[in-house]
């Protein structure tokens, strides 16, 4: 049976016998780790000699000798002669130092195992006497992967870390469109601070039920927890130690005040980190099959918040032919928009796509023109999240043949 331990090599002797591929891996292993490596070999492969010279390991270019064993806390010996390496653990046993065999696992008094980590949890993984190493590796390579996607408990569990806030972009709403970093803070955190848009439904339910889950989503006219409050909560859980995910729709710093939320958080010494997630004004457009830029038709973009004052720079961009304008918010505010834009001479005939609820059941596309847009979304009962896309590329045929994409109405 084998008892698996933690040890801290760092700042420790660790002596390795052989020159080889196994030395190039564990060497880089070790040297990872912060160990103070040292090599005996009559030759070095071109790989162990890299890093030899690269990290100014000691090498002494001859065969082993009992005395090589004088100080060291570990040795992994991988000579490739089988009575060599016997030899090796046969001495650091005497001498109560412990051996990794690379040669025969099951003579030495260590192995090293398949590890993973994620964030600062390490999960090692090998079989029984070293007698299925491979198996040890896939084993490893599965819990990576459940690991970082978020679906293993890695809250911390003991009091006392440093606190800290990560603004997490959840994207437009699919949980498996946010990003594996996404998810793995999501899976440590101990507050999660929700808005109303992105994947806080689906996700939810999945934390412990100790999590504080503090729901601060806005609606049109309505923002129950002002942007002021929201920064002094993200600060004051984490002064108190607690993992802080500010978990938004879309991307943090596309019209979420992100900016704002990050700022609070310097300024109150907090550490804090912003995961970028898929913005609705590309994504959601993507869903209904349009590209905010198309070769040909659109060289750049300009998005707007709906809400603002219709500005000159959002006017030259409506006037422009190669400018796709994908207005956030702006589904009340579209009369307002239209009638600026067709008195800016922007043509009445310019295409314009509304695409209601992105990458949902409930997704939806309006397909008009910006004369008609504001009667036709009347017709269509438009309704938020929607995102507005003005632009040659929101011709129903600018990719797609007839008959058009599924679940679009077209004018």
Request: glycine share 10%; charged share 20%.
């Amino acid at each position: 049976m084998t008892t698996m331990l933690g040890v801290s090599l760092s700042g420790r002797d660790v002596l390795l016998v052989g020159g080889g591929a196994v030395t190039a891996r564990r060497l880089q292993r070790f040297l990872d780790d912060g160990a103070l490596p040292r090599v005996v070999a009559p030759d070095l492969s071109p790989a162990v000699r890299d890093l030899v010279e690269a990290h100014d390991v000691p090498w002494a270019p001859r065969r082993f000798r009992r005395e090589d064993l004088d100080g060291a806390w570990l040795v992994h010996t991988a000579t490739g002669d089988l009575q060599v390496d016997l030899r090796v653990a046969a001495l650091c046993e005497a001498q109560r130092v412990l051996c990794v065999n690379a040669s025969d696992g099951a003579h030495g008094t260590a192995r090293i195992a398949a590890d993973t980590r994620s964030g600062d949890v390490v999960v090692g993984v090998m079989s029984d006497a070293g007698v299925d190493p491979g198996r040890a590796a896939r084993l490893r390579d599965a819990i990576e992967r459940l690991l970082v996607s978020g679906r293993l408990p890695l809250r911390r569990r003991r009091g006392g870390a440093a606190g800290r806030v990560d603004l997490v972009g959840g994207g437009p709403g699919p949980v498996d469109l946010m990003t594996v970093r996404a998810r793995r803070l999501l899976a440590e955190a101990d507050v999660v601070v929700a808005d109303r848009l992105g994947p806080a439904d689906a996700l939810l339910p999945e934390l412990d039920p100790d999590v504080l889950v503090i729901d601060v989503g806005k609606r049109p006219g309505h923002h129950p927890v002002p942007q002021d409050e929201i920064n002094r909560l993200l600060v004051a859980h984490a002064q108190a130690g607690r993992r802080v995910v500010r978990l938004k729709g879309g991307d943090p710093f596309v019209f979420g005040r992100g900016g704002e939320e990050l700022a609070a958080c310097l300024a109150a010494g907090v550490p804090v980190e912003v995961v970028p997630g898929p913005t609705s004004a590309v994504s959601v457009p993507q869903a209904a099959g349009i590209p905010v830029t198309h070769r040909g038709t659109a060289a750049s973009v300009h998005i707007v918040n709906g809400q603002g004052e219709i500005a000159d720079t959002t006017l030259a961009a409506l006037s422009d032919a190669a400018v796709t304008t994908v207005f956030l918010m702006g589904v009340a505010a579209l009369p307002r928009i239209v009638a600026a834009a067709l008195a800016h001479g922007v043509p009445e005939d310019r295409p314009v796509a509304i695409v209601e609820s992105g990458h949902t059941p409930q997704q939806r596309t309006t397909r008009t023109t910006l004369a008609a847009a504001v009667a036709d979304a009347r017709a269509a009962g438009v309704r938020n999240p929607a995102v507005i896309v003005i632009g040659d590329v929101a011709r129903a045929s600018l990719l797609l043949p007839e008959p058009e994409l599924a679940g679009d109405t077209t004018t």
